[in-house]
């Protein structure tokens, strides 16, 4: 990811919660699903709890992936600062969620191993320098899984964002804390391009990261494991990266950079297999630079003259994909339509065609931080117009934006433009498939009343759910009718009540409620309740 600095506007995301309506007012607070009890707790009064012969809705092409990148490394995005207060870094925290609901996001990837390091308390690495300001010093509780609960008491998918082999900007590495595998196995450590880097051909690194993460997978009730696009290290020119021994050692009669590939290969098959065998509905996503090769380079590459992924950190995604190693790829597509070096409607196309005829799910990597930017990103609808591009492409199922702090800032207003146009309506995200998710049995019957000016929408909970999603239509609907994925009005995680504050007196709307499973597999509707507002 690039880095980029400044400071979160937190009195921005308040202003951008206000402007844009409805979806953090549709939600239960945090510790609300806990004071109601069990998801499947019976709601008084309950009616019949099928709806025979209304199929689910399926996977429509209403459904997206909506998600921003966390970054904390450099304090990015949080804690804004080094050193600041707990409650201040939890409120930090909580305000970047908030944006995200705000703006009908359904996700948040965020970064818990930037530095082989730690947002919690690691058999294998030391507490984190980004949250205290000094690596190794306890913050006093569990960040990860205040992370993870307040993300899901929002609904928001909860990825978890690894960096596999980078150690430290610094390449003094006495300044590491003493508890920090580099200090213990300097002969695992390599220093380039200013910073201080596992060799990724050795076989003891690729065992820590893969107890680091498997450590998380186990622990801590994430959705996802995330890599982004740091596999070996950008190129510096005129320096090679100091493997030379490691592949005498372990090279096996390949050429280097094939070896290169292979390690990194080698420890992405290897932690799909264990992810998925520890906990099927945890999913495995990496976000690659978004060039895989030139086509100059290799008749397969894309159009495009820029640094390649394949060739240059040695990270061949398209085996991933191929292999099916991988659930979703988010390639980092951050360069404006147009752009004669890598344009981006070049790119979206070439990625779409490689996930064709594959399982693995297409999000496309937006550039948040680059709007106000030189050249077109100065036009703020340059991002609405990669949303709209995407849309002729039915393989790319959402978008990732980086980062937070930029949602939050709305910089010329960006932001808001997004949600007007393309997030008007909340979204579930894709099935899953191939992980071996159903769909969960059917909610019990709705009911619904007036409370005050908004109208309470109930229903029995279905005892495999994670998730369920209430869909209004207006009028007077069939109690057993079909949903419309494009009525969806908000999701809702541990909780069998909504408040809908939207409702216009004198209207008449029908509720229908489905269940869904941790890999999107939905339900039908449980029986729909009508009301009319403000009707005595």
């Not at 420890?267 to 086509?295: C, D, T, Y």
């Amino acid at each position: 990811m690039p880095l980029t600095t400044g400071k979160i506007a937190g009195a921005r995301a308040v202003a951008l919660a206000a402007a844009t309506g409805l979806a953090v007012g549709c939600m239960p607070a945090a510790g609300e699903a806990d004071r109601r009890g069990r998801a499947d707790a019976p709601v008084a009064g309950g009616g019949p709890a099928e709806c025979t012969g209304v199929r689910p809705p399926g996977d429509s092409p209403a459904r997206q992936t909506r998600a921003m990148w966390i970054a904390t490394v450099g304090n990015i995005d949080w804690p804004s600062r080094k050193g600041v207060s707990v409650e201040r870094q939890k409120a930090d925290y909580r305000r970047l969620l908030d944006t995200a609901r705000a703006l009908n996001l359904n996700a948040v990837y965020v970064q818990v191993r930037p530095n082989s390091d730690a947002f919690y308390n690691s058999p294998y690495e030391p507490w984190s320098q980004w949250i205290t300001g000094k690596q190794g010093r306890d913050p006093g509780y569990d960040v990860l899984d205040f992370f993870v609960r307040e993300a899901h008491a929002r609904n928001l998918e909860f990825h978890a964002w690894f960096n596999p082999y980078r150690i430290s900007r610094d390449p003094d590495r006495r300044k590491l804390h003493p508890k920090s595998p580099a200090r213990r196995h300097p002969d695992w450590v390599r220093t380039y391009g200013g910073g201080l880097w596992y060799d990724p051909g050795l076989p003891q690194v690729r065992e820590l990261v893969t107890n680091a993460v498997m450590d998380v997978v186990r622990k801590y009730d994430i959705d996802a494991v995330h890599f982004d696009d740091y596999f070996y290290p950008y190129p510096v020119a005129g320096k090679e990266f100091p493997d030379t021994a490691t592949f005498k050692a372990h090279g096996r009669g390949l050429r280097r950079a094939d070896w290169r590939r292979r390690n990194v290969d080698l420890l992405v098959e290897s932690l799909s297999g264990k992810i998925h065998a520890a906990k099927p509905w945890v999913r495995f996503g990496i976000s690659p630079f978004g060039v895989w090769r030139n086509k100059s380079d290799d008749p397969a590459g894309s159009a495009t003259r820029a640094l390649a992924s394949y060739d240059d950190v040695y990270a061949d995604t398209r085996k991933w994909i191929r292999r099916g190693w991988v659930d979703y790829v988010t390639p980092q597509l951050y360069w404006p339509i147009g752009f004669a070096v890598a344009d981006y409607r070049v790119l979206v196309k070439w990625w779409a065609d490689q996930v064709a005829g594959t399982r693995v799910q297409l999000t496309i990597g937006q550039a948040a931080y680059q709007v106000g930017e030189k050249g077109p990103w100065r036009n703020p609808a340059e991002l609405s117009r990669h949303l709209s591009l995407n849309a002729g492409h039915p393989a790319v199922r959402g978008d990732v934006y980086f980062s937070a702090k930029n949602l939050v800032g709305n910089r010329l207003g960006f932001a808001s433009r997004l949600r007007s146009e393309h997030y008007a309506r909340p979204a579930i995200p894709p099935v899953v498939a191939g992980r071996g998710g159903r769909a969960p049995a059917l909610p019990g019957a709705v009911r619904v009343r007036e409370q005050g000016s908004s109208v309470r929408v109930q229903w029995r909970g279905s005892a495999r759910a994670a998730v369920y999603a209430v869909y209004r239509v207006p009028g007077r609907g069939a109690r057993c009718g079909p949903v419309d994925p494009r009525r969806l009005l908000v999701t809702v995680r541990g909780a069998t009540a909504v408040t809908d504050p939207t409702a216009r007196v004198g209207q008449t709307y029908t509720y229908y409620v489905t269940a869904l499973d941790r890999l999107h597999y939905e339900s039908g509707p449980a029986l729909g309740a009508t009301i009319s507002v403000g009707g005595g």
